[in-house]
């Protein structure tokens, strides 16, 4: 095994993720505080008013990103949960439980935000539209994953079975994306692409930078309680004891 190899495989220790997680999550919460302020002056004060909806589109600056950055969540959380059921690895079951409560925030702001924006354009707070319906599912896929690992006193246990859960629900993600593909939905197409766009630019400017500050955000919060789970977990170790004399001192 290569030099560099065995540096990035030593991040499998509880002990090493700790260290990292502590160095890098004020770096990307500064980012997600700054980016944030950025993309929301940009959306609500430099964007200009959508000519069919008005005002009202400005709250996509919000709801877009989470919508997003929810089914990202998820998809890391199913490759943790594999890495943890093919190789019985301690810290892929601690990064799914680390990331799962700001997947299940980002799910209930995409729908909240979205029953905001489609009480004034659609005339009603929610219809059983295939995307609205399987973002929900998604949303009661996180709650069912603290459930269960909250259910139970062993943690390797509740890792594993948590672990099944999400790799099931994952298929769940490729149905919020290509829903409004399959289906005739209310929901539009994807107004940005690699090849083209249909918004104007600082439109398109602060969407970018608002999903980068959620990405940024998810990030942090989850390595930030990623160290809180090891210290729970890991308490009875000698490193944890050192830690804890160091701080006291």
């Known amino acids: 095994m290569s030099t560099s190899a065995r540096h990035l495989f030593k991040f499998a220790s509880p002990q090493h993720l700790y260290a990292l997680a502590g160095r890098l999550w004020p770096w990307f919460a ?9 993309g929301l002056w940009i959306g609500f004060f430099v964007a200009p008013i959508d000519a069919q909806q008005g005002q009202g589109y400005r709250i996509i600056y919000v709801h877009v990103p ?8 998820y998809l890391a959380m199913a490759f943790w949960a ?3 059921l093919a190789f019985n690895t ?22 909240a935000t979205g029953a905001i924006w489609g009480k004034p354009m659609w005339g ?12 929900l599912i998604l949303l009661f896929l996180y709650l069912g994953y603290l459930a269960l690992h909250a259910s139970m006193d062993d943690t390797r246990r509740a890792d594993k079975a948590g672990a099944l859960l999400v790799l099931v629900g994952v298929v769940n993600v490729p149905i919020i994306y290509f829903s409004v593909k399959w289906w005739n939905t209310l929901h539009q197409g994807a107004s940005v692409s690699f090849t083209q766009t249909s918004m104007a630019t600082p439109m398109l400017m602060g969407m970018l930078v608002m999903v980068l500050a959620f990405w940024m955000y998810a990030i942090a919060a989850s390595l930030y309680r990623v160290r809180t789970i090891i210290l729970e977990r890991e308490s009875h170790a000698d490193w944890i004891k050192e830690q804890v004399k160091h701080v006291v001192r």
């Not at 989470?66 to 969540?73: F, G, H």
Request: no cysteine.
């Open 124 to 135: 009603t707070w929610w219809v059983w539209d295939a995307r609205l319906t399987s973002t």
């Open 82 to 84: 594999a890495l943890g």
């Open 30 to 38: 500064a980012l997600a505080f700054g980016l944030m302020l950025l």
């Open 66 to 73: 989470a919508s997003q950055i929810t089914m990202l969540i």
């Open 90 to 111: 301690r810290v892929s079951g601690m990064m799914v439980r680390a990331l799962a409560p700001t997947g299940a925030i980002f799910a209930f702001l995409s729908l």
